[in-house]
């Protein structure tokens, strides 16, 4: 008659003690291979599904996802002072930053793109209004010409009556010539007068002369214009009445001349002038873009 050997009387394993096998950690929730009321605990998959790696899935479920119906796979470990995210630890705790959303094509955002756009524009902008302020202000010198030339006429001609008729003195001549004048005209004869009355022993020539000269950048005369009022230099004020008129006379027909070819040069540039410089402008900004 065989007698039963009961397990406890089974020796001790002849392992170490508080030594497991390699390979195995403690779980201090696993309630071991014992569940509760003595029975035998079957180890399931985590997600609840499948007979393991490899193993058929249960019936009822769908492939890749759980018994709730979540996608199978294995928590993340977590450690000590870390934070598993999505497979990874991080060391030092916290959750792990996500990547900025970043545009299909690789680039910033749709919103991002407003401030490029702005710069764009008031690009465009500059591009056109810089060659349009330049043809502008080459036809405005177009159109002042001719003013000029009618102003320096009027002073000459109340300087012609003052000398033939009135006798004045060359200062107040000119002060009287520079208030019938315009603005440019009037400016120029003015200096000379005030250069005149300052002394220093120049002549009336050659006072005018020195007003033309600082005033010449002020002006849109053309360097023919100025010839015209260079040659009374030699003798405003130096020679006698008759001569002084016949060359203040001969100089009011030569810019009389100027004027008519001023005008017409207005006439046929102004305009297009101001053409020029706005599509020179729309023409860089289609080549830009």
Not at 155 to 174: R, S
Not at 236 to 241: Q, T
Request: proline share 9%.
């Amino acid at each position: 008659m065989r007698v039963r050997r009961s397990p406890a009387g089974r020796g001790a394993p002849h392992r170490r003690a508080g030594r497991l096998p390699q390979g195995r950690g403690v779980d201090a929730h696993d309630p071991g291979p014992l569940a509760a009321g003595g029975r035998r605990r079957r180890d399931r998959p985590a997600g609840g599904c499948g007979g393991g790696d490899g193993g058929p899935a249960r019936r009822g479920c769908r492939p890749g996802h759980g018994a709730r119906g979540g996608p199978v796979g294995r928590a993340p470990p977590a450690g000590p002072g870390g934070t598993a995210q999505g497979g990874r630890f991080r060391a030092g705790g916290g959750p792990r930053p996500q990547p900025r959303a970043r545009h299909r094509g690789g680039g910033p955002g749709p919103g991002a793109g407003g401030g490029g756009m702005t710069l764009k524009l008031l690009g465009a902008a500059l591009t056109v209004l810089a060659p349009s302020w330049i043809g502008f202000q080459i036809a405005a010198r177009y159109a002042r010409r001719p003013a000029e030339l009618r102003g320096f006429q009027n002073g000459l001609a109340v300087l012609v009556t003052e000398v033939e008729y009135g006798a004045t003195p060359m200062p107040d001549a000119l002060r009287s010539a520079a208030r019938a004048s315009g603005p440019v005209a009037g400016a120029v004869l003015a200096d000379a007068a005030d250069r005149l009355e300052g002394g220093g022993g120049i002549t009336p020539g050659e006072a005018l002369a020195a007003a033309l000269e600082e005033r010449r950048g002020a002006t849109c005369l053309t360097p023919a214009d100025q010839e015209i009022l260079a040659a009374l230099v030699p003798v405003l004020g130096a020679s006698d009445r008759r001569d002084q008129v016949r060359h203040l006379r001969l100089a009011l027909e030569r810019l009389a001349a100027a004027e008519a070819e001023a005008t017409d040069e207005r006439r046929r540039y102004e305009k297009m002038y101001r053409y020029v410089g706005v599509l020179s402008g729309l023409a860089l900004v289609l080549i830009l873009i």
